[in-house]
């Protein structure tokens, strides 16, 4: 049994010690050599020695815990403190300040994007002293900041100056540079898988993050997306309010006029609140005014009520909207509609030249209500076309799979799949060989203008490929609706736009079946270098007998030879056989009157007549082509 002056024992009792005490590291090597200085044999020695290893790795395990512990205590302090801060300056000097606390840096920083710029810029630094650095700006994919905010991925690294992974460029360069730093890491903010800023930390010295390190940045940075969103959320709200607060200002500062907005408001509320619809309100605001209200909606067109006289309208429209209140135009008038910046139409006002301002406040009161009304119908109708956009995505993808179920789901969303409809499928004119994120957000501004276009219909309207494909209730000829769904479109997206349209069809295979000849129409449209149009199978001529699912060779036929035909039938004369014994002969009219038994004079006779009835381009070389066809189509169909 060792001896307890010189046995392990009290060692080991004095390194329990030291554990629980949380002792420096230096410390337990102390031990040892106290134990050596009084002499212990080896083997003794030897049990201390291999004891204080196995303390210092509890040690270090504890440390790493006591570590992990402050870490995630400090994280939930900052989550605590960005919940309760609600100015977004707070915010951001918060979140930087936390991260170069956590990290133990120099400094800490935080850029975020200028979309109107197209690059990021320094938001807010903590531990910066160089000028140049704070007001430094970096474009997508420069330095380190720049790599993080296209891929959306952390980076660090040790010493910038030297690292060849990021695209160096001389002014980021020099503000690092001016700083006087060399370890930067950057993680992404993160919302929606969008990245909206970048959060920094960096020394002046060389320095190699640890994981550990990385994703406790991370985990701020995910903390700090949301307060910043909730930041910026509260202060636009708090804007909003401002605004409402001065215009209430406003209304006190006459209280008659005041009591009378009031009732009206009440009024005007009331009317929304019970579903009244846009004429309603119109009614009731005339009712108020003693004049004729007129509503129109944002490309012009009547909601409720009428205009005489539009001239220099859209003048007076676009003049209230920069005012931000009502404005005369003649004898009239006119306020904006907005909604923020949004433009959903404007009010009309007649019969009331002079308006006071308790009437003016009120008109314009009433374009606010107008307002939200329009937007609550938007939001309506806008839930009801994603709903309706699932519909029709299973219906053009897999048709034949659940007929009667795509029918009833149609008809608990109010489309009846049993009618006949027409298929256009659209795309921005532009829209060949693009890609990317233009490509996709054209496609989007599309989508967005053909749910207002349908708006108020029991139309659908959804993205599917690389198209948007709507579904209109059959109204009528398909080359006539899809000529004017591309000019309609082209006004509400900002951009022309091609459209294909389908033959009328009815139930879920027809109707994907129309889609699919859509979808022909409109790539010969692309082909053609008619991009910008709109056009159906039929109207493309011999092309849409190829395109056409339901090869409509009489329809072509008709369309083609319609006047040979019928001045033949009438007066007895061979004008179509004529006309292919010409085209058989390759143009030659001797050969054509041999093969007619005529005179040459009475084939160039009969040629006459056939141009005045079919034109004088019936033998370009384009037109030939399709009488040609149309004549071989008709001789194969008497055969």
């Not at 337990?28 to 196995?54: K, M």
């Not at 923020?340 to 404007?346: C, F, H, N, T, Y």
């Not at 009328?504 to 790539?523: D, H, K, V």
Request: include cysteine; charged fraction near 25%.
């Amino acid at each position: 049994m060792n001896d307890p002056q010189t046995g392990a024992a009290p060692a080991l009792r004095q390194l329990l010690d030291l554990l629980g005490s949380g002792a420096a590291t230096e410390d337990f090597a102390e031990v040892l050599a106290d134990a050596r200085r009084r002499g212990a044999p080896a083997a003794v020695l030897q049990e201390i020695d291999d004891a204080t290893w196995q303390a210092l790795r509890v040690h270090r395990t504890l440390r790493q815990h006591r570590r992990r512990e402050a870490e995630l205590t400090a994280l939930f302090d900052t989550a605590g403190d960005l919940a309760a801060s609600r100015d977004l300056d707070t915010v951001l000097q918060a979140i930087v300040r936390r991260a170069r606390l956590l990290l133990g840096t120099d400094t800490a920083y935080l850029t975020l994007p200028d979309e109107a710029a197209g690059d990021t810029y320094m938001r807010v630094t903590d531990g910066s002293v160089s000028v140049l650095f704070q007001t430094l700006r970096l474009s997508l994919g420069d330095g380190l900041g720049g790599l993080v905010a296209q891929t959306a991925r952390p980076y660090a690294t040790p010493d910038y100056r030297t690292d060849d992974r990021f695209h160096h460029t001389g002014t980021i360069d020099a503000g690092v540079l001016d700083e006087g730093l060399v370890a930067i890491i950057g993680v992404p903010l993160l919302l929606g898988g969008q990245v909206i800023g970048v959060l920094f930390a960096a020394d002046r010295s060389p320095r190699a993050f640890s994981p550990d390190e990385v994703a406790l940045l991370c985990s701020l940075a995910a903390h700090a997306a949301i307060a910043l969103d909730t930041a910026k959320s509260l202060a636009d709200t708090r804007a909003a309010l401002a605004e409402l607060g001065a215009a209430n200002e406003l209304v006190r500062a006459h209280s008659a006029a005041v009591q009378r907005a009031e009732q009206a408001h009440d009024r005007l509320t009331d009317l929304v609140l019970r579903g009244a619809e846009v004429p309603d309100v119109a009614a009731a605001v005339a009712a108020l005014l003693d004049g004729e209200i007129a509503v129109l909606d944002a490309e012009g067109e009547p909601l409720a009520g009428r205009v005489a006289s539009a001239a220099g309208l859209a003048e007076a429209i676009a003049a209230s909207r920069a005012e931000g209140r009502s404005v005369r135009h003649g004898g009239l008038w006119v306020c904006a509609v907005l909604a923020g910046q949004d433009a959903l139409g404007a009010m009309v006002l007649r019969g009331r030249p002079g308006l006071d301002d308790a009437d003016r406040r009120l008109f314009e009161r009433a374009g606010v209500v107008t307002a939200l009304l329009l937007l609550l119908r938007r939001s309506v109708a806008e839930t009801e076309n994603r709903v309706r956009g699932e519909l029709l995505t299973d219906l053009l993808t897999a048709p034949d799979r659940d007929p009667a179920g795509l029918t009833a789901r149609g008809r608990r969303l109010g489309v009846d799949l049993g009618r006949p409809h027409l298929v256009l499928v659209a795309e921005p004119a532009g829209a060949a060989g693009a890609t990317g994120s233009a490509a996709t957000t054209d496609r989007g501004r599309l989508a967005g203008a053909a749910g207002r276009y349908l708006f108020g219909s029991r139309g659908i309207a959804a993205e599917h490929g690389e198209a948007v494909v709507l579904l209109v209730p059959d109204g009528g000829d398909p080359e006539e609706t899809a000529r004017q769904a591309a000019e309609r479109l082209a006004r509400l997206a900002g951009f022309p736009v091609t459209v294909g349209a389908g033959r009328p069809a009815a139930g879920p295979p027809a109707i994907a079946a129309s889609y699919a000849e859509g979808l022909r129409c409109l790539r010969a449209l692309r082909v053609l270098g008619r991009a910008g149009e709109g056009a159906s199978a039929r109207a493309l001529g011999f092309l849409g007998v190829l395109l056409g699912d339901g090869h409509d060779v009489d329809g072509f036929v008709g369309a083609t030879l319609g006047p040979l035909l019928d001045y033949d039938a009438r007066r007895g004369t061979e004008l179509v056989r004529t006309l292919r014994a010409y085209f058989d002969c390759g143009g030659s009219l001797t050969r054509a009157k041999d093969e007619l038994h005529v005179h040459v004079n009475t084939v160039v006779q009969r040629l006459d007549r056939v141009e005045a009835l079919l034109g004088r381009d019936w033998n370009v070389p384009e037109r030939s082509l399709e009488l040609q066809l149309a004549l071989r189509l008709q001789l194969l169909a008497e055969a």
